[in-house]
Nanobody, 124 residues
Framework: VQLQASGGGLMQTGGSLKLSCVVSGLTFRSYNMGWFRQAPGKEREFVAGIKWSDGSTQYGDSVKGRFTISRDNAKNTVYLQMNSLKFEDTAVYYC??????????????????WGQGTQVTVSS
């Protein structure tokens, strides 16, 4: 199984970025997908998740109303649209996949597969 994240970069405060994560090696449409981030010196943080079953979504409090997670099952890809970026959004962003929604959202230490991470830097 491989998860290839891309789309990170440098952006000014208030700008937008869209991350992508292409998944291979599993039946993508049957897995829940999520995005996490980790800033230097901080713990890993849940950013967003999307269910395989009905496409419903969940977001971390710090990104609600600004970020949108989506998936394209035909392309085996999950996206994270990030708008109104803030300096505190600076982090390495990771995509993740798991069969179980509870693990994805509540027990990330048990998540099955992770991508390699993509750096997002927001300048003030």
């Amino acid at each position: 199984v491989q998860l290839q994240a891309s789309g990170g970069g440098l952006m000014q405060t208030g700008g937008s970025l869209k991350l992508s994560c292409v998944v291979s090696g599993l039946t993508f449409r049957s897995y829940n997908m999520g995005w996490f981030r980790q800033a230097p010196g901080k713990e890993r943080e849940f950013v967003a998740g999307i269910k395989w079953s009905d496409g419903s979504t969940q977001y971390g409090d710090s990104v609600k109303g600004r970020f949108t997670i989506s998936r394209d099952n035909a392309k085996n890809t999950v996206y994270l649209q990030m708008n109104s970026l803030k300096f505190e959004d600076t982090a390495v962003y990771y995509c993740a996949v798991d069969r179980y929604w509870s693990q994805l959202t509540e027990a990330p230490q048990r998540i099955e597969y992770w991508g390699q991470g993509t750096q997002v830097t927001v300048s003030s």
